[in-house]
């Protein structure tokens, strides 16, 4: 069964190689476990969509909620799903701080974007957006 979880949390330290090892232990973990999806940073904060097997999704957010990089994790999102939307990336990549402010302002009260701030629907359509304008970089 595939399923399609969507998170925010915020990094602990704003040191770039992290957030790059971050992706990159994503990237490799993600491709032998089956699991697609995209993650967003900026302003440090994670925005997060996950798909694959329910047991492998579910142990992925597990490790997420308890790995000391990541403070304030909520889930936003968590849905059965009978096909991927990001099927084409391990781990795709969107800077959330250089996003264009039209398509921000289309979900969002400010042109900052806060996904702590919106419904997990709302980020989750932000999501499709930059997939559809070519704003995810790092296809796998």
């Known amino acids: 069964m595939l399923v399609r979880l969507l998170y925010v949390s915020r990094a602990v330290g704003n040191d770039a190689k992290a957030i790059e090892s971050i992706l990159e232990a994503s ?5 032998g476990n089956g699991i697609t999806g995209v993650l967003c940073y900026g302003g440090g904060v994670f925005l997060q969509a996950i ?55 289309k979900y969002s009260e400010r042109p900052e974007f806060d996904p702590y701030a919106v419904s997990g629907k709302v980020s989750l359509a932000l999501l499709e957006e930059l997939m559809a304008t070519a704003s995810i970089i790092g296809r796998a």
Do not use: C
């Not at 990237?27 to 491709?31: A, F, I, L, P, Q």
């Not at 994790?73 to 968590?78: D, T």
């Not at 059965?80 to 039209?102: A, C, D, H, P, Y």
């Open 51 to 105: 798909e694959g097997g329910r047991g492998a999704v579910n142990a992925l957010y597990s490790h997420i909620v308890a790995d000391p990089r990541h403070t304030g994790v909520e889930l936003l999102h968590y849905e059965e799903i009978s096909e991927r939307r990001f099927g084409g990336w391990t781990m795709g990549q969107v800077n959330l701080s250089k996003l264009n402010t039209s398509i921000v302002l």
């Open 27 to 31: 990237r490799s973990h993600n491709m």
